[in-house]
């Protein structure tokens, strides 16, 4: 094509109006930039995202959140927590953070009882929480307690030998209790013999595990505080009730004789045969979205009785490689029916309800929100083991959040099942002495003799044009 004076000036023409156009993309792409903002976390564990647990709880808080933090200038310090923070407010807008240098005002930090270098405080509806670390764990807890503002009590049942919230034995439950007390919950024991009276502010009663024989007295006031509508949690052991057989029978259930006996376990090399594993639920609102396997080390298998007026649900099952097991746990054991041994699958637990009287729902109902007052109804829950909560095996699978999930329900914290403590991925990466000389020599020598070669070639082929 022959190119003339005009055709010249049009061509300027054209790339001077491409480059405006171009510069006015350019600008409008910028301007959306500040409008709108788009994020991808590719990390396996997407560790830079919010977990549905902590969504879960940002869709309770309705009010705006403002969080101070008590950190020096020192960007290793603030960064973390602004990243952490940044989180949550791409998903909950009205999020503050705002940084205070605490050697700036010592009075309000001694005020406060800020103790570590980057302490957070959570302001939420004139009320506060602290957590000390940065951690989507520590603040998705301290949001959760700050949501469900009422205060909701567990009293531990103890005197008999039971399962304390309070002692570090193998067998106690200090570790779940301190999980329990981090989710916003009051841990108190009642010793029925000393003071004959259940307090009035309790919403869960535990029984966990008695090893003596309960008093007359004290059964009568534990049958009458299920008769009134109180909500119960009773955390069995194979073999004697130890006087609780009545309660048994008020409840609808009954305790199978043995002790379960589970062959699957030996699958993932557990070599005692007295270990349950758990790992389809049935139905119900405690095991709704829990896919986690759990473990019940010692357990009794339960049936229930037709002649109550409670309605019964199980929530834990055995596998259907499982019996009652009435001999002793020693040898080569297999189940045998002739001794009135029962196959499995086994229920370990039940869910157990009753709509409440007006009479009885008074006192329980008044707190709540009008939707929540009717229908009210009583929850207990009987599990055939305690021993899955203990300080020994409460890491096993997901034994730790069934126990939370099942205290949320029985407390009518329904909105808050499921919300497991989100657990930090390892972010190391391990390389093998040949991956890391592989690597150095790559970056080192391979890929600049391969820029070295290409830049070569290119300039070969234009000067031999």
Known sequence: MKINRKTHLEIRLQNLLFSLLFLVAVGLAAWLSTQYSAQFDWTASHRHTLSEASRRVLDLVKAPVTITAYARENQ??????????DRYSRYKKDFTLQFVNPDTQPEKVRQLGIQVDGEMVI?????????QEAGETSLTNALQRLATAEERTIVFLEGHGDRSPLGKANHDLQQFA???????????????????????????????GPRTNLLPGELKLIEDYVTRGGNLWWLGDPGDLHGLASLATQLGVRFLPGVVVDASTQLLGIDDPTFALVSDYPPHAITQGFQQMTMFPSAAALDQNEKSDFEKEPVLATLPRSWTELGPIEGKIAYDAGKGERQGPLD???????????????????????????PVEQRIIVVGDGDFLSNTYLGNGGNLELGINMVQWLSRGDALINIPAK??????????PFASGVIAIGFLFVLPMLLIGTGAWVWFKRRSR
């Open 76 to 85: 290793q310090v603030r960064e973390p927590i602004r990243d952490l923070l």
């Open 348 to 374: 370990l637990g039940y869910a157990i309800t009753r709509p409440l009287s007006p009479d009885s729902t008074e006192k329980v109902a008044e707190d709540q929100p009008a939707e929540a007052k009717t």
């Open 178 to 208: 301190d999980e329990l007390k981090r989710k916003g919950f009051t841990i108190a024991a009642a010793n029925l013999a000393v003071t004959p009276l259940i307090p009035d502010n309790t919403d869960v009663l535990v029984i966990a």
């Open 123 to 131: 302001d939420y509806q004139g009320r506060s929480e602290k957590i």
């Open 423 to 432: 657990i930090a991925p390892d972010r190391q990466l391990q390389l093998s």
